[in-house]
Every structure is written in structure tokens, then in C-alpha cells.
């Protein structure tokens, strides 16, 4: 359990560090990805990652900064594709929203709302024919459920009984529009739950909690053979896209924030550490690694020389 906790505060620590770098570096105008910060979720892609085997697919949307570090605890190649530099694990071609790391088993993440869904049913189907034991698991915002590729892809996982975690990371926001103004029905869960497949819920900020919530779907996956939903709340704690502290109050309440960054992932589970009996000191000192692997990350990224002008057209699908 020890072991456990003090792994789940490195990915949470790893990812809202580099997050910080990125808004201290980002007014520099050297990254000219846009961002969607991962900022408040980091809870969800940590504690369902450290769940997954090193093998298994994960895919993920345009906000998936926190999803790429959680599954390949990499930042070289990450801060030089914010770079747009050569070293960027798609050489700079990709930035922030078309992240990828297929040899760590991130297989992709893409900016069309709910695009990388069918993708990853298309991967769990290849796994359970092949039989080689690897689970799919596709993360995708709130908004993704208004997709029809959602529920065409959630009807075959169903009928065909495929190994997928679907995951929905549930903001209550598509860009500045509440659920409430999108959403002709009351409860995501109670609809999904119509289909052949296992639904969870939750509403925590705790890694621990959803690390133990997806070991129990995916137990439960492997004994009935069905596709998890896994619904689980979160707070976005920046704008849609942007790297400010603004907060828009026009269609957000700030006391709602305020009572989520109460319970911040990263404090909470840095608070569990004390508990549990690790010493201030020895936390300083992880904490301190990772400060100096995402600062090194970051000096070579800026240094890096960008792809010549004749890669433009290689690994593109035209
Ligand atoms: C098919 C499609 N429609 C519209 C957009 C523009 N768009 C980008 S992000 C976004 C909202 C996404 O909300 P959600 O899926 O809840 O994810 P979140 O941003 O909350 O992580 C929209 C409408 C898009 N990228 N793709």
C-alpha cells in the first residue's frame, strides 16, 4: 500500500509539474501548440494507468497531457513535440493534441471529439482475436457522448464482448456549454447501463480510489466478459484551452472551483503520504527528482534543432 501511494504521488506530482513549466514557458511563444490543460483531472489518468498492465492501449482526447505522462512517466519527448521539435515523439509533427508513444503502449490521442473511440474498439477487437491478454482503454471528455460514433462503438464493444475500458471524464462542460444545456436526458450512467456492459461511477480526487475502482472492473471484465463504462466526475481547473489562471465566471461558478481545490489530487494524496509515515524530507526529495528530470526535458526541447523541411510529408497519411 506504502509502495502503491508513493508511486501514484509520483505520476500526480510528475504531471502537474510539468503543467507548471508548460504555463511558465508557454507566454514565450516557442510552443505553438494550443493546450488543453490537464489541470484537476489528474487523479482519473493516474489511478486507472497504474491499474492498466505496461502493455495494454490507452487512447485519449485532446486534453490528454496528464493521460500521455501518466501511461509513459516520459518527458523528453514530450516537451520537445510541445516544442515542435525534431526529438518530439512524432518529430515535432503532432503537439500537444496528436500525442503518441505506441511502444509504451499510448497509442494515440486526437482532437476530434470522440474520434479515438472507435479506434480503440477496432484495437480491443484485434486483442480479443488475438488473444494476447491486452486490454483497450479509450478516455474521452463529457461532450464525446453526444458523438454517434459513441454509441455505435459502445453497441458492437457490447455485442461483441470486447476487452475496453471506456472511460468518460466528466467536467460537466463541453468548451463554456453545461451538461444541462446539451444533454436531453438526466443520468449518462443509467443509459449506458441499458447495454451488456459493467458500469462504475464515481466522484473522487482520489488516485487510490480510482486505481481500486478499475482493478475491480477489470476484474469483473475478465469473469463476464463485458466492456466497462467507467463515469467518473472531475474539475477543470482551467479554461478549455489556454494555459491562464483566468477563470471565467460567466458560465462557471468560482465557489464550485474553490471547493474542488480543496480536495486537489496532488495535495490529497502528498497529505496521505505523511500519514502513512514517509518523512517530509524523503517527499522533498522525489519531488525534487522530478523537478530536475521535467527541467532537463524541458533545456533539451528548447535546444533541439526542428525536423528538416523534407520530413514534412513522411509518417502523414495524405
Ligand atoms: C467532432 C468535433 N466537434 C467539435 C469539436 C470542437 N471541440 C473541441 S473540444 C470540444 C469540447 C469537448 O468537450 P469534452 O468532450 O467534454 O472534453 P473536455 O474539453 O471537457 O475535456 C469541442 C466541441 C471537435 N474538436 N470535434
Redesign the pocket.
Known amino acids: 500500500m506504502f509502495d502503491l501511494n508513493t508511486e501514484l504521488y509520483k505520476k500526480l506530482y510528475l504531471i502537474r509539474t510539468a503543467e507548471k513549466k508548460i504555463q511558465e514557458y508557454y507566454p514565450q511563444d516557442k510552443m505553438k501548440t494550443p493546450m ?1 490543460m490537464s489541470m484537476g ?1 489528474e487523479a482519473i489518468v493516474v489511478g486507472i494507468c497504474q491499474a492498466l498492465k505496461k502493455e495494454d492501449h490507452v487512447f485519449g ?3 490528454s497531457h496528464g493521460l500521455y505522462l501518466a501511461k509513459t512517466g516520459e518527458t523528453d519527448q514530450f516537451f520537445a513535440e510541445m516544442y515542435g521539435k525534431v526529438t518530439g515523439g512524432a518529430k515535432g509533427k503532432a503537439g500537444s493534441m496528436h500525442l503518441s508513444a505506441p511502444e509504451m503502449g499510448l497509442m494515440g490521442v486526437m ?5 479515438g473511440i472507435p479506434v480503440a474498439v477496432g484495437v480491443a477487437f484485434a486483442n480479443k482475436r488475438q488473444k494476447n491478454n491486452k486490454i483497450a482503454a479509450i478516455f ?6 453526444e ?1 454517434g460514433c459513441f454509441w455505435e462503438s459502445l453497441n458492437v464493444a457490447c455485442l461483441m464482448k470486447l476487452p475496453i475500458l471506456f472511460i468518460c ?3 460537466r ?3 463554456n456549454t453545461p451538461d444541462i444545456k446539451r444533454h436531453g436526458y438526466k443520468n449518462i450512467s443509467e443509459i449506458v447501463s441499458k447495454f451488456d456492459c459493467n458500469v462504475f461511477e464515481e466522484e473522487s480526487t482520489d488516485a487510490e480510489v480510482i486505481y481500486n475502482l478499475t482493478r475491480r472492473a477489470i476484474d469483473l471484465m475478465s469473469a463476464n466478459g463485458m466492456p466497462c463504462f467507467l463515469h467518473l466526475r472531475y474539475y ?1 481547473y482551467l479554461e ?2 489556454g494555459v491562464n489562471e483566468y477563470f471565467n465566471e460567466e458560465y462557471r461558478l468560482r465557489e464550485e472551483f474553490e471547493k474542488w481545490k480543496e480536495k486537489d489530487p496532488i495535495d490529497l494524496q502528498r497529505k496521505k503520504l505523511l500519514v502513512l509515515g514517509m518523512a517530509e524530507d524523503n517527499i522533498k526529495k522525489i519531488e525534487k527528482e522530478i523537478d530536475d528530470k521535467i527541467g532537463i526535458s524541458v533545456d533539451l526541447a528548447d535546444k533541439a534543432p526542428f525536423a528538416e523541411i523534407s520530413e514534412v510529408y513522411k509518417d502523414v497519411f495524405l
Open positions: 488543453h483531472e482526447s485532446c486534453r482532437a476530434i471529439v470522440a474520434g474521452f471528455g463529457d461532450g464525446a457522448i458523438e471524464e466528466d467536467n462542460f463541453a468548451k477543470r478549455h484551452v
